[in-house]
């Protein structure tokens, strides 16, 4: 029989895809038995963040500085100009960040919310409202903590795990405008814009949102600033999603976003492909000014900002990685595979699927767990014990507490985040995660809920403690 006479078996319109690059260096993990599994997560209070690395077989905890470089950022560790003073890798990472997001002034900073730091201190006065497409736990803090209280003015979808919206993402003019109107914008310093959104399940904002929102502020002098720690993967989305962008390039198609903001602030840990960085890039003089005036207190002189040479270098490479279509694609498509599987096999998850992770929906594995009982903080620990994949909570644990009444915050979404690290696992790693997961699904009747026995006062899901209730 030949070929052409064959019947073809596989339909040939859907062909396969493959990361766009081999591996050189391998970092071997370990398989454990299940009730050492359960032991440890015990020890650990039920908590994710508290579990050692080395107990952990597939970490999925979060896609931030888990990246695995690449041997061109490798060989720009060794070109590390380490003066303490104007080192040739700052400026290099400079001209990458004005050449690829199209900021004016950069400010490196040791991590992203080294960056958020600065931006609220400096914009931000005791009694200011900064609305947002939903909050951000780093993000918010520090405006908090600069005397500001964050509002959220999310389209209603961002709050529905079910929602097809294909930008989730997008701010609510509306509720932006009446915002305005109520507390003046004399009051409102800056709209603080995320792309992705990281706590709605990776949701991206369209062009055309943030356009709009750009008229908005512009109409009431209010600043637009940019969170930018995903605004790749966002561009990718457009890419795919909006009318207009599919033939552009992810690299034109972010430029363009970026334009429509005077600045932002960056997680280089995830875009860009490092281990650790961040920066702070603005347009205004007198803004930068002080940012680079703050930076010396906090971070570093502003030609480091908390940073070796080397790691810039390592972050002025990878941003030019970042931007490759080829890169992104592949990215998102292992987030896409995973996500697709666990739909096929009927297990409750944010669509569309995100950029960065795949958002389980805890309240749909366990009704029978009332919000207080940390559901989602339930169903990591659960998917760890199964097989030792490490994941991360997104919920009632991480929303805090409202700092004016002590209460719980109630956030809409309970989820649990299996965050996939950039470049770092194969496909059967996404299988063995997917069994993983469906397994827990499959005996989700019988999990019980946990009650916190510690809670530290800023951020407390990294290091809160839980026990399981009887
Ligand atoms: C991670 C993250 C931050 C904070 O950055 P760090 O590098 O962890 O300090 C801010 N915003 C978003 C959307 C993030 O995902």
Known sequence: MNSQTRERKRDASKKSWAEPWKVKVVEPTRWTSREYRQERIEEAGYNTFLLKSEDVYIDLLTDSGTTAMSDYQWAGLMLGDEAYAGSRNF????????????????????????????????????????????????????????????????????????????????????????????????????????????????????????????????????????????????????????????????????????????????????????????????????????????????????????????????????????????????RIGQVEYLGNKLLDWGVPLVVPIGGHAVFLDAPRFYPHIPQDQFPAQTLAAEIYIEAGVRTMERGILSAGRDPKTGDHRYPKLELVRVTIPRRVYTQAHMDVTAEAIEEVYWNRDRAKGLRLVYEPQYLRFFQARLERMD
């Open 91 to 330: 400026y290099h990472l400079e001209a990458n960040v004005q050449k690829y997001y199209g900021y004016k002034y950069v400010v490196p900073t040791h991590q992203g919310r080294g960056a958020e730091h600065l931006v609220s201190q400096i914009y931000i006065k005791p009694g200011d409202f900064i609305p947002g497409n939903m909050y951000f736990t780093t993000t918010r803090v520090h405006q908090e903590l600069a005397g500001g209280a964050f509002v959220d003015v999310i389209i209603d979808e961002a709050h529905d795990p079910q929602s097809e919206h294909p930008f989730k993402g997008n701010i609510d003019l509306e509720k932006l405008e009446d915002l305005i109107k109520k507390v003046g914008s004399e009051n409102i310093p800056y709209v603080s814009l995320a792309a992705t959104v990281n706590m709605a399940g990776g949701q991206p904002v369209s062009m055309k949102n943030v356009r709009e929102v750009h008229e908005m502020c512009d109409r009431y002098g209010i600043a637009l600033l940019l969170d930018a720690t995903r605004a790749i993967e966002n561009a990718y989305f457009i890419q795919q999603r909006e009318d207009g962008y599919r033939d552009k390039k992810v690299a034109e198609i972010l430029l363009e976003f970026c334009s429509h903001t005077q600045g932002s602030w960056m997680s280089a840990k995830k875009d860009s492909l490092v281990n650790i960085g961040g920066w702070l890039a603005l347009n205004d003089p007198g803004k930068f000014d002080e940012a680079r005036n703050l930076v010396v207190v906090y971070e570093g002189l502003h030609t480091y900002g908390g940073l070796a040479g080397r790691d810039m270098e390592a972050m002025a490479r990878g941003i030019e990685e970042s931007v490759d279509d080829d890169h992104i694609r592949a």
